[in-house]
């Protein structure tokens, strides 16, 4: 793997710094970005238009739709500095779930699909959510898959109730995942309007760095017509795989650059802050911290770009990308946990950004997969591995 980033990644990169700096990070302060349930549609909007004005809107989408066809190591370096605020994704159209709704949508959706729900959504005109945790039924384990789609007519009759659905207070769309009567799972692809669906509540979350926040949907008989199926019948599970890795490394990305925000807080603050004759920084508690964040950092980093690197080459990534979600998201949560010490009291109150990362980061380590059910699946296929190396 060459680690030398094309002068085209660079100087994407040095503009999203830029647009973060002097375009975001300033409107962190707007109190349309203090929601209990995510940035405000309005606040959303505005900084839309500025990531439109500087070029920046929706990159990973493909050229021929409007974005910039950034591969999946391109992804890695702009979506870091994306994250580098709470609100940089939010602006770039990057964020979760519509980041991994545009990647799967350009996989599997047909052209009509595309042009209906796509191509707005790529122009930051609307969201989307993605509806596939049950109360009782998907979540780490989608063979629990309880909401049921069953055929009358042209037409599929979708029943069940969902929660945790990330943006589904103001969503447009919404991709939902339904067993078939025999047993199988099906995405759906759904306007949010239309009658039988119903936002039940707006669940309350510790973070808040998500428009529309946390959502329990209830679907009651909601007709769907069959040309509005997202890809085969019966290949939901199938196509979930296809959204499910890339969007995980895409969290690694994006969280990684909030670390680094916390970091470099921590950094000047330690240089500033004197204690007992000297800087924090000289005392070799704090020097320890912040060497043990810059090696949390850097590893987080490689194991992201290795990912990305094997996406690129066409590879499926299941395994890497599991690794990496497990290491990325202890190792950022580490940083951002060792920062709030090395602030003291600033770091658990607003006076610095940092009391919102650990607020918002500390999700990261459940939602795609807790770490446990990513070092299971590991483990599995660890010992398969073996095993078949045995059998050879």
């Not at 940035?39 to 238009?49: C, F, G, K, Q, W």
């Not at 580098?84 to 980041?99: V, W």
């Not at 939902?176 to 509540?201: H, K, N």
């Amino acid at each position: 793997m060459n680690f030398d980033l094309p002068a085209e990644v660079r100087e994407l990169q040095q503009r999203t710094q830029r647009f973060i700096a002097e375009q975001v990070i300033p409107l962190e302060s707007d109190p349309r970005a203090a929601g209990a349930h995510g940035p405000s549609e309005d606040l959303r909007r505005e900084l839309v238009a500025r990531a439109r004005a500087a070029g920046l809107l929706t990159p990973h989408a493909s050229r021929e739709l409007g974005g910039l066809g950034l591969s999946h190591l391109a992804k890695a370096v702009v979506f870091e500095e994306a994250g580098y605020s709470r609100l940089g994704p939010t602006a770039m159209n990057i964020h979760a779930p519509d980041e991994g709704n545009i990647h799967l949508m350009e996989e599997v959706a047909t052209p009509s699909q595309k042009e209906r729900w796509l191509a707005p959504q790529v122009a930051g005109r609307t969201r989307s959510c993605f509806a596939m945790t049950e109360p009782d039924g998907a979540g780490s384990d989608p063979g629990m898959l309880a909401t049921t789609a069953v055929r009358d007519g042209d037409d599929y009759v979708l029943s069940g109730r969902k929660w945790f659905i990330t943006g589904a207070e103001g969503a447009d769309y919404a991709i939902v995942v339904a067993r078939m009567e025999d047993g199988s799972a099906t995405m759906f692809l759904t306007d949010m309007d239309r009658p039988g669906i119903r936002l039940e509540r707006s669940m309350e979350a510790m973070d808040t760095c998500f428009t529309g926040g946390h959502g329990v949907l209830v679907f009651d008989k909601l007709r769907v017509a069959s040309e509005d199926v997202l890809g085969e019948v019966g290949q939901g599970f199938r196509y979930a795989q296809v959204r499910l890795a890339p969007a995980r490394l895409t969290h690694c990305m994006r969280w990684l650059g909030q670390a680094r925000r916390a970091h470099d807080i921590a950094v000047d603050y330690a240089r500033q802050r004197r204690a007992f004759g000297k800087p924090l920084a000289e005392h070799e508690g704090v020097g320890f911290m912040l060497a043990d964040n810059d090696i949390d950092l850097q590893t987080a980093r490689l194991h992201i770009w290795h990912t990305a690197w094997l996406l690129d080459r066409g590879e499926k990534g299941n395994f890497e990308s599991s690794r990496a979600k497990v290491a990325c998201s202890e190792a950022e949560w580490r940083v951002v946990d060792r920062c709030v010490q090395i602030l003291g009291g600033q770091g658990v109150t607003a006076e610095t950004a940092v009391m919102r990362i650990f607020m918002d980061m500390r999700a990261f380590r459940i939602y795609d997969g807790p770490s446990e059910v990513h070092r299971w699946s590991m483990a599995r296929k660890i010992v398969h591995q073996a095993s078949q190396g045995a059998a050879r």
